[in-house]
């Protein structure tokens, strides 16, 4: 008997031990999450210039906005997908840095007075409340640029075809018929009756441009096959749409405190949110189901893609 | 005698007939100006996405910054520089395109009212006021990421190292160590005393960079070597610092009328000017010493720098 335990405890035992295998899965996950940050960090560090002269103030105010913590989720995304190519991980950081300094870029924009007008942005004050309005545009404006001067440099691929495709490709993403397109729709909200594709629609563009180039740009460093990049692109669109959804409901049920940035803005600001379309039940079923999407999406991959098919599921579940 | 005129009638016709070659050839270098707008024009029309879908205000917005009748002076360096080493215009005409974006993007966003706070621009009301200042944020935006993918794109030269070397000069150019670093002094002008070596500076970032690099693409997109690069580089310097005295002159002597923007903003706002420096009639003998130079730098051209060697001389005299 003692050899077969009883079936509750057994059940019991088979559940403390999937939540211990869950909680190792997590902490890795976490860990493999603040690694590509410290990456991307480093060349970040090396990229950006240090405050001098009488123009310091402007690499002052790109700096704090960019060494905030933020998760460096879209450089993780670039990392996973650049190592499931086998692109070079030289590379990938640079790939990795250029988009992150486009999103920073696009939080700093999208905070202004003008814009959103937030406060606070991962847990301090925006760059237009330690700084100025100017300094802030300015800010953004400077962070932009560089990520183009990254992407060109002969140290982000030999090939200088490659590199004139991850820009244009990222122009694409970040621009009017991509990123910048979502905020335009999005400044409108409040005004404009929305139905559930332009929501859908907004933050494809808004949100999800960017995550597409962030899976894409590893199969464009490793040189794959159009085939490889159609579906990284695929599997970053459920995981964006899944994301932003999560964002949608943290916005609704989180704490400005655990959020690092006000809570119930969008709320406050009649901003079109899929949570609003979906319901909030609605929209946690559909989240679940895109990340499931996205995972399956990678399941030709083997253990390479271990790390990405688990981060639609983090994404879902994080509380921040 | 009928053949031999009196001196002093000698002397007039002489002085009439320099005149009337004077005036040929402002007109045919004005009209050579205007077929450079029409070139670039062309190129931005093909390049800008038309207004469609929710998002269409932003291609409305960026549209209507650029076609509004801009002199396109950067565009002209642009192609007479490919012109003088025989780079291929079609690649020009882009180059040039990406440049009046950037140039464009800049002037959109250092109009607002958070920057200059000015509410016309060439002759117009500004983009922020035409639409609003969101819309003028994003649009700045969208003028300086396509200004990447135009010379990310094929068409610009068949190399993709070329096309990459022209993208990180550009983003270098405008980046926080040049266009907007000169930006971020002149926002701190008005608070600050700065000397005469630091409104040069502010000049040589805020305007030179940009044409230094308009004077330089040219020999880039044509594979020349450094020294011609350089040689290039140094003519632009001088011509931008002439053109931003004409500009600060033109500020003071001007009318809002003539400018199709607010005169006597400078002044009005504290800001450090070259006039400030040199005085009014100090600062027309330094515009005309450093037109000087410049056309000197292009003796070696023959008749291919020609319309370079007109230039300074045009910039330093306009009137608006």
Same mark, same amino acid.
């Given at each position: 008997?003692?050899?077969?335990?009883?079936?509750?405890?057994?059940?019991?035992?088979?559940?403390?031990?999937?939540?211990?295998?869950?909680?190792?899965?997590?902490?890795?996950?976490?860990?493999?999450?603040?690694?590509?940050?410290?990456? $991307?960090? %480093?060349? #970040?560090?090396?990229? /950006?210039?240090?405050? &001098? =002269?009488?123009? +310091?103030? !402007?690499?002052?105010?790109?700096?704090?906005?960019?060494?905030?913590?933020?998760?460096?989720?879209?450089?993780?995304?670039?990392?996973?997908?650049?190592?499931?190519?086998?692109?070079?991980?030289?590379?990938?950081?640079?790939?990795?840095?250029?988009?992150?300094?486009?999103?920073?870029?696009?939080?700093?924009?999208?905070?202004?007075?003008?814009?959103?007008?937030?406060?606070?942005?991962?847990?301090?004050?925006?760059?237009?409340?330690?700084?100025?309005?100017?300094?802030?545009?300015?800010?953004?404006?400077?962070?932009?640029?560089?990520?183009?001067?990254?992407?060109?440099?002969?140290?982000?691929?030999?090939?200088?075809? $490659?590199? %004139?495709? #991850?820009?244009?490709? /990222?122009?694409?993403? &970040? =621009?009017?018929? +991509?990123? !910048?397109?979502?905020?335009?729709?999005?400044?409108?909200?409040?005004?404009?009756?929305?139905?559930?594709?332009?929501?859908?629609?907004?933050?494809?563009?808004?949100?999800?441009?960017?995550?597409?180039?962030?899976?894409?740009?590893?199969?464009?460093?490793?040189?794959?096959?159009?085939?490889?990049?159609?579906?990284?692109?695929?599997?970053?669109?459920?995981?964006?749409?899944?994301?932003?959804?999560?964002?949608?409901?943290?916005?609704?049920?989180?704490?400005?405190?655990?959020?690092?940035?006000?809570?119930?803005?969008?709320?406050?600001?009649?901003?079109?949110?899929?949570?609003?379309?979906?319901?909030?039940?609605?929209?946690?079923?559909?989240?679940?189901?895109?990340?499931?999407?996205?995972?399956?999406?990678?399941? +030709?991959?083997?253990?390479?893609?271990?790390?990405?098919?688990?981060?639609?599921?983090?994404?879902?579940?994080?509380?921040?």
């Amino acid at each position: 008997m003692l050899t077969r335990p009883e079936p509750h405890t057994m059940s019991s035992t088979t559940h403390a031990q999937s939540v211990a295998v869950a909680e190792a899965d997590d902490r890795n996950f976490t860990a493999s999450l603040s690694r590509s940050a410290e990456i $991307v960090d %480093a060349v #970040l560090q090396r990229a /950006l210039p240090q405050p &001098a =002269g009488l123009h +310091g103030r !402007i690499h002052e105010a790109t700096r704090y906005a960019v060494f905030a913590g933020g998760k460096r989720l879209r450089p993780f995304l670039v990392l996973q997908s650049a190592g499931l190519f086998n692109a070079k991980p030289a590379g990938a950081a640079r790939t990795a840095a250029a988009i992150e300094a486009v999103h920073t870029y696009s939080l700093v924009h999208d905070d202004l007075p003008c814009m959103d007008d937030d406060d606070l942005r991962r847990g301090r004050p925006t760059t237009h409340r330690a700084f100025d309005e100017a300094t802030a545009v300015l800010a953004g404006d400077a962070l932009l640029t560089i990520a183009f001067e990254i992407l060109a440099h002969k140290s982000t691929h030999d090939s200088g075809e $490659v590199r %004139a495709r #991850l820009i244009a490709r /990222l122009a694409e993403a &970040a =621009g009017s018929n +991509g990123m !910048i397109g979502g905020q335009m729709i999005d400044m409108q909200a409040p005004s404009r009756a929305f139905g559930p594709d332009d929501v859908i629609l907004l933050q494809c563009l808004k949100t999800g441009a960017l995550f597409e180039y962030a899976c894409e740009a590893g199969a464009i460093l490793a040189e794959t096959d159009d085939i490889e990049q159609e579906r990284l692109r695929h599997y970053a669109r459920d995981l964006g749409l899944a994301f932003q959804i999560a964002d949608d409901l943290l916005d609704v049920t989180g704490t400005t405190e655990q959020l690092g940035k006000t809570a119930g803005k969008d709320v406050e600001q009649g901003k079109a949110t899929l949570v609003s379309v979906y319901g909030l039940d609605g929209a946690r079923k559909e989240a679940t189901r895109l990340a499931g999407n996205a995972a399956r999406l990678l399941d +030709g991959y083997g253990d390479r893609a271990k790390l990405l098919k688990e981060l639609p599921h983090f994404i879902v579940d994080r509380e921040s």
